[in-house]
């Protein structure tokens, strides 16, 4: 297994399933996840389905710049780290962002989302 093989395709995935079906990410996340989305802390799957699917816009598209992986520990888990900005409908600047995953196995093979922290970058 290449991590950043993994890493790109779950990038790609996530922010394609982000832009076109927000409530379609929660197969991404188990109870025990957590997501903090600009210092608000939510945890479990679908508590942060709900999140994601009550931000204050329909569509978005985001434009992925950086993508960085490490292994991290033991058990086969990975951090991912991406730079990029997205596109909000209606807005004439994209917005800056940040976004770390803590990914870790699942015991069929794939890989689920254990933290998950964004932040918008200000200028």
């Known amino acids: 297994m290449d991590p950043d093989a993994v890493a790109k395709a779950f990038v790609e995935h996530y922010y394609r399933t982000f832009d076109s079906s927000r409530a379609a990410l929660g197969g991404l996340y188990q109870d025990a996840s957590m997501l903090t989305f600009e210092g608000d802390k939510i945890q479990g799957a679908a508590a942060i389905v709900a999140k994601l699917s009550s931000l ?3 569509q978005c598209a985001h434009a992925i ?3 960085d ?9 990975m ?3 991406v730079s990029g900005s997205l596109q909000l409908v209606g807005e ?3 917005l800056k962002f940040s976004q770390m995953f803590h990914l870790m196995p699942t015991p069929q093979g794939s890989f689920y989302v254990l933290n998950d922290i964004f932040r918008l970058n200000y200028a």
């Open 92 to 94: 004439q600047h994209p």
């Open 69 to 77: 992986c490490q292994p991290s520990g033991p058990s086969g888990g």
């Open 79 to 81: 951090l991912v780290f």
């Open 56 to 58: 204050p816009f329909q």
């Open 65 to 67: 710049a950086t993508v």
